[in-house]
């Protein structure tokens, strides 16, 4: 199994451009996730996704846009890029129980990003 | 809103001490607690994890943590500190319940030889 990927690995942008992460996993999981990583803040929840079709909206979910088609798939779209997204971006999958919820996630190698 | 608060960004010890990283939680309900570790420029690896049951928690290489309701804690542990130990490690908390995790500010942690 590749687990959790996640493309590109770095990623420089000008303000106002757009552009998709891009983050899939091959085990099967219904919950993904997507966080930013930042200097001192730790993990932040951007958006997340129980299963293909259905997402919800994290902690800082604004500047961002998700969608769900697959099970495999989760990419995060960068509608205008700002300086404030320059960050560390993850993906993360997890199993889920009968009811729903999600237990450990699996995290991919991130994505690096600078907006300039 | 649920907080995890880890104390100390930064935690320096020496090879063969104890290693201790200190995790509080708030949360209203009972919560499920992680432990992670990130090394340079990688993605997040479990390291443990409780959720119910026995609140004596091991890990791999090594960590142990301990659930206390009461202090609504969740302290990483290592009796034996080796220089591959050095990381950044996360507490993160899933409330019962609920499908987001939350995670603290991080502790990044120094082995001396």
Redesign the interface.
Known sequence: NAGVTQTPKFQVLKTGQSMTLQCAQDMNHEYMSWYRQDPGMGLRLIHYSVGAGITDQGEVPNGYNVSRSTTEDFPLRLLSAAPSQTSVYFCASSYSSTGGLSYEQYFGPGTRLTVT | AQS?T?LG?HVSVSEGALVLLRCNYSSSVPP?L?W?VQYP??????LL?Y?TGATLVKGINGFEAEFKKSETSFHLTKPSAHMSDAAEY?C?V?PS??????????TKLNVKP
Do not use: E, I, P
Not at chain 2, 41 to 46: K, P, S
Not at chain 2, 97 to 106: A, E, L, M, Q, T
């Open positions: 995890v880890q960004s499920y992680f992670y420029n990688q993605g997040l690896q479990l994890k959720t996360f993160a899933r319940g609920f499908n987001k995790f939350y995670f603290g500010s991080g």
